[in-house]
T-cell receptor, first 116, second 113 residues
Framework: DVKVTQSSRYLVKRTGEKVFLECVQD?????MFWYRQDPGLGLRLIYF???????EKGDIPEGYSVSREKKERFSLILESASTNQTSMYLC???????????????FGAGSRLTVL | GQNIDQPTEMTATEGAIVQINCTYQ??????LFWYQQHAGEAPTFLSY????GLEEKGRFSSFLSRSKGYSYLLLKELQMKDSASYLC??????????????FGTGTKLQVIP
């Protein structure tokens, strides 16, 4: 089974701090995604990447950046955390090529970030 | 961009059948997913439709009409463990964004005895 691992399950940070959320997948997937999930708003796409060093903005990229230097790792960066970035962050990956099954997203367990 | 609509909440009785609808408007379409998410857990994959028609997988079926921008998830023989949120998601976008997957806000299903 594909495993998507998020480095921290719970984080508490202060306003203005730089925050790194790390995500690693172990099955050579091409595509990786960062979402945040908030009550009533569902899953909203922040950024995604379809190849090493490639990134595309999602629907809510403001206040975030990403890095994909290696295929297996996709990092989400909050340059200066703010209280409205308190949320559950979910990383996902998909194979990308090879039929319908290649497009299925596998999610990590999530990282709950609280910004004080 | 993508706009995806699904009901916020539904309640159904154990053993019954429930249909969860999803409508979407998209600038590019490369398939529609349904995911299940139990409270406090990550979403898990249920189904993926690319072509029109019905896909059946055990107690769960998913239907797609691309011309109408419409899908539904059908759950049969409901069990208490089916109480969860059901997320409709659309894959697609323009140019390099075709791998983009956008989710609706989810439908919270409560199964009652």
């Amino acid at each position: 089974d594909v495993k998507v691992t998020q480095s921290s399950r719970y984080l508490v940070k202060r306003t203005g701090e730089k925050v790194f959320l790390e995500c690693v997948q172990d099955m050579d997937h091409e595509n990786m995604f960062w979402y945040r999930q908030d009550p009533g708003l569902g899953l909203r796409l922040i950024y995604f990447s379809y190849d090493v060093k490639m990134k595309e903005k999602g629907d809510i990229p403001e206040g975030y950046s990403v890095s994909r230097e290696k295929k297996e790792r996709f990092s989400l960066i909050l340059e200066s955390a703010s209280t409205n970035q308190t949320s559950m962050y979910l990383c996902a990956s998909s194979l990308g090529t090879g039929g319908a099954g290649a497009n299925v997203l596998t999610f990590g367990a999530g990282s709950r970030l609280t910004v004080l | 961009g993508q706009n995806i609509d699904q009901p916020t909440e539904m309640t159904a009785t154990e053993g019954a059948i429930v249909q969860i609808n999803c409508t979407y408007q998209t600038s590019g379409f490369n398939g529609l997913f349904w995911y299940q998410q139990h409270a406090g857990e990550a979403p898990t994959f249920l189904s993926y439709n690319v072509l029109d028609g019905l896909e059946e997988k055990g107690r769960f079926s998913s239907f797609l009409s691309r011309s109408k921008g419409y899908s539904y998830l059908l759950l049969k023989e409901l069990q208490m463990k089916d109480s969860a949120s059901y997320l409709c998601a659309v894959r697609g976008g323009n140019s390099g964004g075709y791998q983009k997957v956008t989710f609706g806000t989810g439908t919270k299903l409560q199964v009652i005895p």
